[in-house]
């Protein structure tokens, strides 16, 4: 029994060890890095070099969009595939000066590609 006991400590200290070996941080891109590695790109790129995002949104239309929104293009409706469009948030992962970055990202996918990329300090 007493034996156990004075492993128990050693092992426990292992494993707190392996896992925050385990837990990666983010990699701090510069902005030209960041727009050349994920503009245009798939979904599953971001999830591979960022991991989740800090936040997700969804986008909504509203009601009676159509009217306004692309007026000047006449869509038929019934026929026209639904978008689905997300927005991603990441928190300090680009920079731009020395030891200073971006409070967040805002990356805009559609059908899961990337198609706007924003970089925020507010």
């Known amino acids: 029994m007493n034996t156990k006991l004075k492993f128990l400590p050693a092992f426990l200290l292992s494993l707190l060890l392996i896992f925050t070996v385990n837990a990666e941080e983010r990699r701090v891109f510069s ?6 590695v994920f503009s245009g790109k798939p979904k599953s790129r971001v999830l591979k070099y960022l ?44 920079e731009y000066a020395p ?12 059908n899961d590609r990337i198609v706007n990329i924003g970089f925020f300090n507010q």
């Open 31 to 36: 902005e030209d890095q960041f727009i050349s």
């Open 51 to 94: 991991g989740e995002p800090d936040k997700k949104n969804i986008a909504i239309k509203p009601k009676g969009a159509n009217s306004v929104v692309g007026s000047r293009i006449k869509v038929d409706q019934k026929t026209k595939e639904k978008a689905k469009v997300e927005m991603w948030y990441y928190n300090n992962v680009v």
């Open 99 to 110: 030891e200073k970055t971006y409070k967040f990202v805002e990356l805009t996918l559609m």
